[in-house]
Each structure stands twice: as C-alpha cells, then as structure tokens.
C-alpha cells in the first residue's frame, strides 16, 4: 500500500521527539557506541500484520543505514513465533525504534486484525464495513490505514471531504429539508463536489429525505432490525445505503442481513485490542 510520506514524516518526528528528549541514556550509558547487532519482530498471538511500511520509515528517519529483511506484507495473516522482519545495524537506532515501531505496529495490527474477522462475517453479502472519525488524534491517517489493509473501506478522512449532515446539523439547521438545500446551495456556490450524506433516525424522517431528494447517501442511524429492513426496502436501491450506531462484531452480521450497502463501526478504531509482538535482541 502506498504511504503519504508528507502526512507520515511530521507524525514520526514528533512521536521521536517525545520519547527520545535530548537522548536514550540508558543505551548511552550501557552500551558502546557504534556497536552492531541485529533484532527480529516476533509475533506473540494470530492475527493479521499491519505497519510494516510505516516501520521500514520509522527506522530510516533514524538511521538510514539500518538493514530491514522483510519475511511478511501487510495484510497477511500471522501467527505465534512468526518474525515479520529482521534489522540490522546500530544497535543505538534499532534501540531507538524500538518503542515507536511497536507501538504504530502493534495498534496497527489490532485494527486490521479485527477488520479482517468482520470482512469474513460479511463475505457472503453485499455489505462492506467502514470506518468512522472516531479515531486517536493524530494517528487517523494509520488508523484509517489499518482499516483497508483489513479489508475495510475508509469512510470521509475528515469534516472536509464529505457533507455528512447528522441530527445536531438538522437540529440547528430547522429541519432535513432545510438542511439537505443549505447543503446543495453551499456546494454549488463553493463550488467544492463533494458527496452529501445525511443521517436520519427514524422512517419519517427517512422519507423526508427521500421526498427531498438530493444527496448520495443516507446513513440509517441506531435502526432496529425489522425498521432496518422496512427502510431499505422502502428506499428501493435509489440511494447508497449505511448502518451504524451501536453495531459489534456480534451483531454485525445481522445488519448486513438487513441488505444495507455499508456497515459503520466505530469500534474499529476506539476500542480495539492491539496484538501482541516484541522486538528482540538476536544474540550473536
């Protein structure tokens, strides 16, 4: 997967910087300058590898002379006791690295590891899974990167590339109709086409939208199972449709099953488990 190094470079800096301060002491002071050595990335439980590419650019924004055999791409699956790279080199930078490459990896993996499993649930429907903004700040770009190496779809990166008029927008706007023709009137006179999505919470309000018209997407928010399905098939396939509110890894299943186009989870991003791995001194 290509990497966006001008999104990639600043968040690597800054994340040294606060770990590093004026220098790693305890290597300074317990190990030779100069020395050699090599390290090897162990995986300590299944799932499925994500942020290799972001390590091999943590590890040449500190030392580019650092050596990275790679065993594994992302996406693959992995399990206990596979190594995903090797390097070599100064044992000071691979030090350095250390935390910071397990740090990106390990919650990198989680995500991706997590998506991987919903993917497989929905394998046989037409649903995708997508993400939400519901993401660390800071990291989104990574997290949001996770999600595709998974299988996932991303969602909008940010309030910039999508409209997505939710209940606070209608609320304050005076109604969905109001809302949805404010937004028509703004893209066409920024003249910035971007999609319209819109969030509506129950079926009166659904068709209002549909009555309305004019937008690319309509988000079916905290719907029950059986509204879930009467919505779809009353909205007939003339809109793309997306689930979301209050929807796991238990449940997602069923959502789908409801015929909907997509599945948002914030859960992907805001409290999955990241997985296990180590970076390991190999002893010479």
Sequence with gaps: MDI??????????????????????????TIPIGKQGKAKLLIKENGVVAGIGVALEIFNEIDSLLHIEVMFKDGTSVKQGDVVFYVTGSVHSILVAERLVLNVMQRMSGIATTTSRIVELLKNTGTQVLDTRKTTPGVRYLEKMAIKIGGGVNHRFGLYDMILIKDNHVDYAGGTAKAIELAKSYIKSKQIYIPIEIEVRN??????????????????????????????????????????????????????????????????????????????AIKE
Aim: net charge negative; aromatic share 6%.
């Design 4 to 29: 966006n190094k001008e999104l990639l470079r600043p968040f690597i800096r800054q994340a040294l910087a606060e770990d590093l301060g004026n220098g790693d002491h305890t290597s300074l002071s």
């Design 203 to 280: 079926l009166n309000e659904l068709k209002e939208v549909i009555e309305v018209g004019g937008v690319d997407r309509i988000m079916l928010d905290n719907f029950d199972f059986l509204t879930l399905k009467e919505a779809v098939k009353f909205i007939n396939g003339k809109f793309i449709t997306e689930a979301s509110g209050g929807i796991t890894e238990d449940n997602v299943l069923e959502y789908a099953k409801c015929g909907v186009d997509f599945i948002s989870m914030g859960a992907l991003t805001h409290s999955v488990k990241s997985l296990d791995m180590s970076l390991k």
